[in-house]
T-cell receptor
């Protein structure tokens, strides 16, 4: 069973609309949770990082939330732009050698 | 700064052929990593190097070898490629093993026929 499950697998929205991506995890304990953005043909780039004690973190139009009780995180994108079209990956850090556990990602397409 | 660079961008091999994927970083980072990314799965760690002169196995090391040539460069070698090694390979680097931010290269798309 995957330790980090993301939903939906893919999503299509219209430009200007908001959307929320979900991440459910079973990793425990963990030191932090990141959301990465991966453009097609590129490597992942870090968007937000939250420690296990934080509830929310924003980066411009991106807002990540973390509920340690339900073991869920979400990434909310406000007023989407065409450039938001990418895969969004939820990543948890666990272990002493910078061990990162990656979700499979949600592929977002923003259409005009 | 170029960040993390990888060569080649694309490669097609026949089963049994060998090749080396190259990675270099210009951020003076101590730690470097090799991942593979397969459809429907998260990135998986193949090998990592905590610092120059050291390498360790990650989650999926079988069929691969690595060399930390110097502080800048970390190569991944496939001695006898198999179709199961068809994947996209990413190199990453970070200040240290205890520093979370890993910076990724653009990836190498490898197909083994």
């Amino acid at each position: 069973k995957n330790q980090v499950e993301q939903s939906p697998q893919s999503l299509i929205i219209l430009e200007g609309k908001n959307c929320t991506l979900q991440c459910n995890y079973t990793v425990s304990p963990f030191s932090n949770l990141r959301w990465y953005k991966q453009d097609t043909g590129r490597g992942p780039v870090s968007l937000t990082i939250m420690t296990f004690s934080e509830n929310t973190k924003s980066n411009g139009r991106y807002t990540a939330t973390l509920d340690a009780d339900t073991k869920q995180s979400s990434l909310h994108i406000t007023a989407s732009q065409l450039s938001d079209s990418a895969s969004y990956i939820c990543v948890l850090r666990s272990g002493g050698y910078n061990k990162l556990i990656f979700g499979a990602g949600t592929r977002l397409a923003v259409h005009p | 700064n170029a960040g993390v660079t990888q060569t080649p961008k694309f490669q097609v091999l026949k089963t049994g052929q060998s090749m080396t994927l190259q990675c270099a970083q210009d951020m003076n980072h101590n730690s470097m990593y090799w991942y593979r990314q397969d459809p429907g799965m998260g990135l998986r760690l193949i090998y990592y190097s905590a610092s120059e002169g050291t390498t360790d196995k990650g989650e999926v090391p079988n069929g691969y070898n690595v060399s930390r040539l110097n502080k800048r460069e970390f190569s991944l070698r496939l001695e006898s490629a198999a179709p199961s090694q068809t994947s996209v390979y990413f190199c990453a680097s970070s200040d240290s093993l205890s520093t979370d931010t890993q910076y990724f290269g653009p990836g190498t798309r490898l197909t083994v026929l």
